[in-house]
């Protein structure tokens, strides 16, 4: 699965942008998508899950550091996901990744190596 991420750019402190994910080919109903992130200089970072569960609302996770400020979302007619991102602070620049994966359980919704597939990543960069 091929994901295609969009949406970074140039923000100030305090505001938002909305970045977007859409994996290739038709939309799967066990597929686990995410967004990760890498500040210069720091690892990688997990910042919000979404597993669609088949007769229940999708599981949200949220890493502890955006938890509040971002809202991750999904749009299934457009096979889509969603990344809100609020109150914006210079923290928040880093490169942001959309991951995708089959296998990723409910325990393993922040583990990086969990999820097979990745976006090429967009630049989010937070002026002060």
């Known amino acids: 699965v091929q994901l295609q991420a969009s949406g970074g750019g140039l923000v100030q402190t305090g505001g938002s942008l909305r970045l977007s994910c859409t994996p290739s080919?038709?939309?799967?109903?066990?597929?686990?998508m995410a967004w990760f992130r890498r500040a210069p200089g720091k690892d990688l970072e997990f910042v919000a899950a979404?597993?669609?569960?088949?007769?229940?609302?999708?599981?949200?996770d949220y890493g502890d550091s955006v938890k509040g400020r971002f809202t991750i979302s999904k749009d299934g007619a457009k096979n889509t996901i969603f990344l809100e991102m609020n109150s914006l602070n210079p923290d928040d620049t880093a490169v942001y990744y959309c991951a995708g994966g089959f296998r990723v359980g409910r325990a393993t919704l922040r583990t990086s190596n969990a999820y097979d597939d990745w976006g090429k990543g967009t630049l989010v960069t937070v002026s002060s």
């Open positions: 979404n597993a669609p569960r088949i007769y229940s609302t999708d599981i949200t």
């Open positions: 080919g038709p939309p799967f109903s066990n597929y686990v």
